[in-house]
């Protein structure tokens, strides 16, 4: 690798635009972008269409031709996409803005690279409005104005008139999104790590549910052109990118800003994706869900791998339905990705209620038990009747007496409760189905979890946080958070103890098991203790 790829690689810097790219853009005529009210489009009639009907045609079609359901998603809260021309990049964009389609949001924060003037921490612009084809784009003064008191953020505003990073994303918005947001812009240069901390802290309190997060980024730029030979570019070059691109991947999908940095600085990536992925890593809550939607190399395209680019989009889930506009934030969460208040305590406490009445029923039916449950069922709140993995645990004097549960979020909570405490009571096989003597004296305690995450490395299993999924060789097993801190393990001795439960060697997760995480609410709290 070359020096000037190991110094850009080292500061989450990008790397030069190439043959793919379109050439140096020029201001137009005494145009110090510093000082234009709106920032003109650069980018039409080469990158994409200068004509508003040709770009909404291209636009359009791109969004209906995307693999992937036809309709938005409310959950998706953040996207990252590449940032080629539309030729070469945006059917993959397209994967990702077409779930997003007639969505409502205050806000999006765009978080891109700086590919042409350096920029020292992050930049901001000083223009009020960005300009396209399909009109103008009014930037958020107010969170512009409250970020610009901040010393991280130094850049020069000057990055934002020449940057395709941003600009290229517009049109999508504008298409794929219903009338009403601002842009809050954002150019990434390089930072150190704890830069990258700070600088997530700080745009964090924008990042509500009216904000959607946009991360523009490509991942490998392969070839002579981009000084970045890290294999031949033979046969084998094409599944060596990928394998490439999705190690990157890998970890943005556990949300490991440190293990994207390492991973930049172990295999010299040049993705410019990469240093504002570290912020969206940062800016994840803990339980998101990352999806990858769409992927090509721009050598599919050409034939020739001699000089490559590498696309990915990926969608980023958390938070709940709200009122399926992305304003409101009362929804519950899906899977409790992301918010850990939902359900409410309230909530937990009426699934409780759920859960005793539904291992009464089983242990001891009657028709008095039947219409009560009955009555719960119907009379759920809304908040408990999105779907959640969940668990449901009966003791018996402190004793375990049954625990059987879902990880997969697949039906609504409220039912999903009744069936796994009806299951618990009657056919937990490592005990007899429960009598209806003991129902009076058993505890039943209520688990709701988080959507399950890949764990980077086990060294980030956090004990007493983290409950933690093992499988491998077609096998698994599951404890829930509070299993290491009750028995006293530590992370390699409640991994040797779970690969055991699912039949496995007692080392067998060092090595080609799949780890994945998540958390859980637990009801009712005393029990937890």
């Known amino acids: 690798m070359s020096a000037w790829s190991r110094r850009n690689v080292a500061r989450g810097g990008v790397a030069l635009v190439g043959a793919l790219i379109a050439p140096l853009l020029l201001l137009a005529p005494g145009g110090d972008p510093g000082a234009a009210e709106t920032r003109p489009a650069a980018l039409q009639g080469t990158w994409y269409p200068r004509e508003p009907a040709s770009l909404i045609r291209q636009v359009d079609d791109l969004l209906g031709e995307a693999g992937g359901p036809a309709s938005s998603d409310h959950r998706v809260r953040a996207i990252l996409v590449p940032h080629a021309a539309y030729r070469w990049s945006g059917e993959t964009a397209a994967a990702a803005y077409r779930l997003l389609r007639g969505r409502s949001f205050e806000r999006v924060l765009l978080l891109g690279p700086s590919h042409r003037v350096a920029v020292a ?10 300009e396209t084809p399909l009109g103008t784009v009014p930037i958020d003064g107010e969170a512009v104005a409250r970020l610009r008191s901040e010393p991280l953020f130094r850049g020069s505003p000057e990055a934002h008139g020449l940057e395709h990073a941003v600009e290229v994303q517009l049109p999508f918005l504008q298409r794929a999104l219903a009338p009403g947001w601002r842009l809050l812009p954002v150019l990434v240069g390089g930072l150190e790590t704890a830069e990258v901390e700070t600088l997530a802290n700080h745009l964090r309190p924008l990042v509500g549910d009216a904000t959607l997060v946009v991360v523009s980024g490509d991942f490998t730029h392969y070839g002579e052109t981009f000084d970045y030979l890290p294999f031949p570019a033979d ?29 930049g600085r172990r295999t010299g990536i040049t993705a410019c994706a990469l240093a504002p992925a570290r912020v969206l890593a940062q800016l994840m809550p803990p339980d998101a869900e990352v999806e990858r939607v769409g992927y090509r190399l721009s050598g599919e395209l050409t034939g ?17 339905r709200g009122d399926g506009k992305g304003r409101s934030g009362e929804g519950s969460s899906a899977n409790g990705a992301g918010k850990t208040e939902r359900p409410s ?28 449950l009955a009555r719960l069922l119907e009379d759920a709140p809304a908040e408990l009747r999105d779907p959640y993995g969940v668990f449901v645990t009966l003791l018996d004097g402190g004793e375990l007496r049954g625990c059987v549960g ?4 697949t039906r609504p909570l409220h039912e999903a409760v009744v069936d796994v405490a009806t299951v618990a009571a009657l056919h937990d096989n490592r005990f007899p189905p429960v009598r209806r003597e003991e129902v009076s004296r058993l505890t039943v305690q209520v688990s709701v979890l988080s959507a399950p995450r890949p764990l980077g490395s086990w060294r980030d299993l956090e004990l007493g946080r983290h409950g933690v999924v093992l499988a491998k060789n077609g096998r698994s097993a599951v404890f829930l958070p509070e299993v290491a801190r009750e028995q006293g393990w530590g992370r ?26 998540f958390t859980s609410r637990r009801y009712p709290r005393e029990a937890a203790q």
């Open 121 to 130: 921490g992050a930049s901001l612009p000083t223009e009020i409005a960005f």
């Open 235 to 263: 046969d084998q070059a094409a599944e060596r990118l990928r394998e490439l691109d999705l190690g990157l991947f890998r970890e943005l999908a556990s949300g490991n800003a440190a293990g994207l940095e390492e991973y």
């Open 406 to 409: 879902t990880i997969k979020a």
């Open 345 to 372: 305590e309230a909530g937990l406490a009426y699934l409780q209620a759920l859960a005793a009445s539904a291992v009464e029923g089983a242990a001891a039916p009657d028709e008095a038990v039947k219409a009560r």
């Open 492 to 517: 390699e001795e409640t991994l040797s103890h779970l690969a055991v439960k699912a039949g496995l060697a007692a080392d067998a997760w060092r090595e080609g098991a799949q780890l994945s995480v």
């Open 304 to 320: 020739d791998y001699r000089h490559s680019v590498s696309y990915l989009s990926a969608v980023v889930r958390w938070g709940g």
